[in-house]
Protein backbone atom coordinates (compact mmCIF):
# COMPACT_ATOMS: atom_id res chain seq x y z
CA UNK A 1 0.00 0.00 0.00
CA UNK A 2 1.42 3.82 -0.95
CA UNK A 3 0.29 6.77 0.03
CA UNK A 4 1.52 9.73 -1.78
CA UNK A 5 0.65 13.42 -0.75
CA UNK A 6 1.45 16.63 -2.48
CA UNK A 7 0.54 19.88 -2.51
CA UNK A 8 2.28 21.39 0.52
CA UNK A 9 4.19 24.71 0.43
CA UNK A 10 4.65 28.01 1.48
CA UNK A 11 1.53 30.44 2.11
CA UNK A 12 0.92 33.88 3.72
CA UNK A 13 -2.03 33.45 6.76
CA UNK A 14 -5.61 33.95 4.86
CA UNK A 15 -4.39 32.22 1.67
CA UNK A 16 -5.52 28.85 0.35
CA UNK A 17 -3.65 25.31 -0.26
CA UNK A 18 -5.32 22.01 -1.68
CA UNK A 19 -3.54 18.92 -0.02
CA UNK A 20 -3.91 15.60 -2.13
CA UNK A 21 -2.95 12.11 -1.43
CA UNK A 22 -2.77 9.13 -4.48
CA UNK A 23 -3.20 5.57 -2.93
CA UNK A 24 -2.39 2.64 -4.76
CA UNK A 25 -2.12 -0.99 -4.26
CA UNK A 26 -5.37 -0.88 -2.09
CA UNK A 27 -9.12 -1.17 -3.12
CA UNK A 28 -9.35 2.65 -2.30
CA UNK A 29 -13.07 1.99 -1.76
CA UNK A 30 -12.97 0.22 1.24
CA UNK A 31 -10.96 2.14 2.81
CA UNK A 32 -11.73 5.68 5.43
CA UNK A 33 -9.43 8.37 4.32
CA UNK A 34 -8.12 10.75 7.03
CA UNK A 35 -5.23 13.67 7.30
CA UNK A 36 -2.99 14.08 10.09
CA UNK A 37 -0.67 16.79 10.59
CA UNK A 38 2.80 17.16 13.29
CA UNK A 39 4.86 19.63 14.15
CA UNK A 40 8.08 18.71 15.82
CA UNK A 41 7.96 18.10 19.42
CA UNK A 42 4.47 17.81 19.29
CA UNK A 43 2.00 14.58 18.99
CA UNK A 44 0.64 13.75 16.05
CA UNK A 45 -2.99 15.62 15.39
CA UNK A 46 -5.75 13.92 13.53
CA UNK A 47 -7.24 17.39 11.10
CA UNK A 48 -9.93 15.39 9.36
CA UNK A 49 -11.06 12.11 7.84
CA UNK A 50 -14.09 10.87 5.30
CA UNK A 51 -15.90 7.72 4.93
CA UNK A 52 -15.60 5.21 2.55
CA UNK A 53 -18.65 6.62 0.44
CA UNK A 54 -17.54 10.19 1.62
CA UNK A 55 -21.32 10.40 3.35
CA UNK A 56 -19.50 11.21 6.30
CA UNK A 57 -16.81 13.28 7.53
CA UNK A 58 -15.06 14.62 10.97
CA UNK A 59 -12.83 17.51 11.23
CA UNK A 60 -10.59 18.90 14.85
CA UNK A 61 -12.33 21.53 16.45
CA UNK A 62 -9.27 24.14 15.28
CA UNK A 63 -9.99 23.67 11.39
CA UNK A 64 -13.49 23.46 11.40
CA UNK A 65 -14.79 25.73 8.82
CA UNK A 66 -11.61 26.15 7.46
CA UNK A 67 -10.86 22.88 5.52
CA UNK A 68 -12.60 20.32 3.81
CA UNK A 69 -11.79 16.97 2.92
CA UNK A 70 -12.90 14.88 0.15
CA UNK A 71 -12.55 12.55 -1.77
CA UNK A 72 -12.49 10.41 -5.28
CA UNK A 73 -12.56 6.86 -5.58
CA UNK A 74 -12.18 6.34 -9.22
CA UNK A 75 -9.04 8.07 -8.80
CA UNK A 76 -7.75 6.67 -5.23
CA UNK A 77 -7.27 10.05 -4.46
CA UNK A 78 -8.57 12.35 -1.19
CA UNK A 79 -7.90 15.89 -0.96
CA UNK A 80 -7.72 18.47 1.74
CA UNK A 81 -8.90 21.76 0.43
CA UNK A 82 -7.23 24.56 3.34
CA UNK A 83 -8.83 28.06 3.31
CA UNK A 84 -8.26 30.60 6.04
CA UNK A 85 -4.77 29.66 6.75
CA UNK A 86 -3.59 30.41 10.18
CA UNK A 87 0.03 30.49 11.23
CA UNK A 88 -0.63 27.57 13.24
CA UNK A 89 -1.33 25.25 10.41
CA UNK A 90 2.06 25.07 9.88
CA UNK A 91 3.00 21.46 9.72
CA UNK A 92 3.65 18.41 8.08
CA UNK A 93 0.46 17.19 6.57
CA UNK A 94 0.28 12.81 6.48
CA UNK A 95 -2.43 11.05 4.35
CA UNK A 96 -3.93 7.63 6.47
CA UNK A 97 -5.59 4.96 5.23
CA UNK A 98 -8.52 2.88 7.80
CA UNK A 99 -9.23 -0.88 6.29
CA UNK A 100 -10.19 -2.11 10.31
CA UNK A 101 -13.99 -0.25 9.51
CA UNK A 102 -16.82 -0.91 12.10
CA UNK A 103 -19.22 1.68 11.07
CA UNK A 104 -19.10 4.12 8.14
CA UNK A 105 -20.63 6.42 10.49
CA UNK A 106 -17.53 6.78 12.67
CA UNK A 107 -14.33 8.04 11.94
CA UNK A 108 -11.78 7.53 14.10
CA UNK A 109 -9.60 10.46 15.25
CA UNK A 110 -6.62 8.90 17.57
CA UNK A 111 -3.54 7.70 14.55
CA UNK A 112 -3.41 3.80 16.00
CA UNK A 113 -6.52 3.11 14.65
CA UNK A 114 -5.29 3.84 11.37
CA UNK A 115 -3.57 0.95 9.43
CA UNK A 116 -1.66 2.75 6.08
CA UNK A 117 0.37 6.02 5.90
CA UNK A 118 2.16 8.32 3.50
CA UNK A 119 5.19 10.46 3.87
CA UNK A 120 4.25 13.82 4.93
CA UNK A 121 4.12 16.92 2.62
CA UNK A 122 5.04 20.47 4.54
CA UNK A 123 2.53 23.55 4.70
CA UNK A 124 4.19 26.27 6.28
CA UNK A 125 2.33 29.72 6.77
CA UNK A 126 3.86 32.91 7.26
CA UNK A 127 2.83 35.79 9.45
Known amino acids: VQLQASGGGLVQAGGSLRLSCAASALTFSRYSMGWFRQVPGKEREFVAGIARSADTTRYSDSVKGRFIISRENAKKTVYLQMNSLKPEDTAVYSC?????????????????????WGQGTQVTVSS
Open 96 to 116: AAKSRILSDTRIDTAGREWDY
